[in-house]
């Protein structure tokens, strides 16, 4: 049997809420569309994953916990028993701000792209946004990668807790602060070893919830790392907030550069109308420990900045490929975080690049 999300919606249609004594769908209690995926390989007999959001007036509903169960009840009924249910409740509260009033206390938004994965954008991300904090600046940083988030292990903060603080009325979360930086990621609350089945809608109204729904407070800088590609997620942030600019990462192969062109457009279309602030050029060349003067081109030579400069836009920072960057990344213990070392001072200089380009595109405009 092949499920659609018509069914679940059809059994849902046959739960009533006590609290308004009409059923699920009319009472407007069921937030987006549910999502249904196979399970491959099927687990303990179930073939189906059924998803559900259910929004609540409130969290001490009296209602809540036999709502659920009915619901539960109802697919599995409708759909059979062969199907993994998870009901996910939401709790309304103050309506949130209309999209051009988000974020309110934070100065500058900057997004960090590339059109291709593995180029090292989470790690620039991360080191710029401590680099920042080291500089002086109130920096916060949202890992936007729904899918594959990275940021928490990066700055070692995997198993923190993530609590709601309530303010003007509504419950929203708290960041977690590493290194002077305040930092939200999706990766807070789903299992690390399970894949996010969701659809492009429900990853796009989880990423609004991290941005509208959360104590951002007074910020200089707003760090976006943004997955890979040009996607749902990316035209949920253009929609949603008003960027300062992009920096564009990649690495000199040819590969990676034709990928980055796509990025640079994306953010270029007269439609998008975002700066771009500039290029950082990644793993620009291997430089071995015990040989700190040696320069190995091993993705080729200078791609990026050939780009930089053919597209007529600025040449950021090019970051040697240093094994203690990895090692620092998979630690908890970024780059930036030391300083002394040449890839603190390249993480350094790099943010230092992005606070120039900045000021130079505010006094633009």
Same mark, same amino acid.
């Given at each position: 049997?092949?499920?659609?999300?018509?069914?679940?919606?059809?059994? $849902?249609?046959?739960?009533?809420?006590?609290?308004?004594?009409?059923?699920?769908?009319?009472? =407007?209690?069921?937030?987006?569309?549910?999502?249904?995926?196979?399970?491959?390989?099927?687990?303990? /007999?179930?073939?189906?994953?059924?998803?559900?959001?259910?929004?609540?007036?409130?969290?001490?509903?009296?209602? $809540?916990?036999?709502?659920?169960?009915?619901?539960?009840?109802?697919?599995?009924?409708?759909? @059979?028993?062969?199907?993994?249910?998870?009901?996910?409740?939401?709790?309304?509260?103050?309506?949130?701000?209309?999209?051009?009033?988000?974020?309110? #206390?934070?100065?500058?938004?900057?997004?960090?792209?590339? #059109?291709? #994965?593995?180029? =090292?954008?989470?790690?620039?991300?991360?080191?710029?946004?401590?680099?920042?904090?080291?500089?002086?600046?109130?920096?916060?940083?949202?890992?936007?990668?729904?899918?594959?988030?990275?940021?928490?292990?990066?700055?070692?903060?995997?198993?923190?807790?993530?609590?709601?603080?309530?303010?003007? @009325?509504?419950?929203?979360?708290?960041?977690?602060?590493?290194? /002077?930086?305040?930092?939200?990621?999706? @990766?807070?609350?789903?299992?690390?070893?399970?894949?996010? $089945?969701?659809?492009?809608?429900?990853?796009?109204?989880?990423?609004?919830?991290?941005?509208?729904?959360?104590?951002? /407070?007074?910020?200089?800088?707003?760090?976006?790392?943004?997955?890979?590609?040009?996607?749902?997620?990316?035209?949920?942030?253009?929609?949603? $907030?008003?960027?300062?600019?992009?920096?564009?990462?990649?690495?000199?192969?040819?590969?990676?550069?034709?990928?980055?062109?796509?990025?640079?457009?994306?953010?270029?279309?007269?439609?998008?109308?975002?700066?771009?602030? @500039?290029?950082?050029?990644?793993?620009?060349?291997?430089?071995?420990?015990?040989?700190?003067?040696?320069?190995?081109?091993?993705?080729?030579?200078?791609?990026?900045?050939?780009?930089?400069?053919?597209?007529?836009?600025?040449?950021?920072?090019?970051?040697?490929?240093?094994?203690?960057?990895?090692?620092?990344?998979?630690? #908890?213990?970024?780059?930036?975080?030391?300083?002394?070392?040449?890839?603190?001072?390249?993480?350094?200089?790099?943010?230092?690049?992005?606070?120039?380009?900045?000021?130079?595109?505010?006094?633009?405009?």
């Amino acid at each position: 049997m092949t499920l659609y999300p018509k069914l679940i919606m059809e059994a $849902l249609a046959t739960v009533t809420y006590a609290g308004t004594r009409k059923n699920l769908v009319e009472s =407007g209690m069921v937030v987006d569309t549910p999502v249904v995926a196979p399970l491959n390989p099927p687990v303990e /007999g179930k073939a189906w994953r059924v998803q559900v959001v259910l929004e609540f007036p409130r969290s001490t509903d009296p209602f $809540l916990k036999s709502t659920v169960k009915a619901a539960e009840a109802a697919i599995r009924y409708h759909c @059979g028993q062969d199907v993994e249910v998870e009901i996910v409740t939401e709790f309304k509260q103050a309506p949130r701000p209309k999209d051009e009033d988000l974020l309110p #206390g934070v100065k500058h938004i900057v997004a960090v792209s590339s #059109g291709k #994965g593995g180029v =090292g954008k989470s790690t620039v991300a991360v080191n710029v946004a401590i680099a920042l904090a080291r500089l002086g600046y109130s920096v916060g940083l949202l890992d936007t990668d729904i899918f594959g988030p990275s940021v928490p292990k990066m700055l070692g903060v995997e198993d923190a807790k993530v609590y709601a603080v309530n303010k003007d @009325g509504r419950d929203l979360i708290e960041p977690v602060e590493r290194y /002077g930086v305040k930092m939200l990621s999706i @990766g807070f609350f789903v299992s690390p070893g399970t894949a996010t $089945l969701w659809r492009g809608g429900m990853a796009c109204n989880a990423l609004k919830q991290l941005i509208a729904d959360a104590d951002w /407070g007074e910020l200089d800088y707003l760090i976006l790392d943004t997955p890979p590609g040009t996607s749902d997620i990316h035209l949920t942030l253009l929609q949603t $907030l008003k960027l300062t600019g992009a920096v564009i990462v990649s690495t000199p192969q040819q590969v990676a550069l034709a990928d980055a062109r796509k990025g640079i457009d994306m953010y270029q279309n007269e439609k998008v109308g975002v700066p771009i602030l @500039g290029l950082v050029e990644n793993m620009a060349w291997f430089t071995p420990a015990e040989l700190p003067q040696n320069r190995y081109y091993i993705f080729g030579r200078e791609g990026c900045k050939q780009l930089a400069e053919e597209m007529g836009l600025p040449l950021l920072a090019q970051i040697p490929l240093v094994q203690s960057i990895c090692d620092n990344g998979d630690g #908890g213990t970024p780059a930036a975080t030391s300083v002394e070392t040449m890839t603190g001072q390249a993480f350094l200089a790099l943010a230092q690049a992005v606070v120039t380009m900045v000021n130079r595109r505010t006094t633009q405009i």
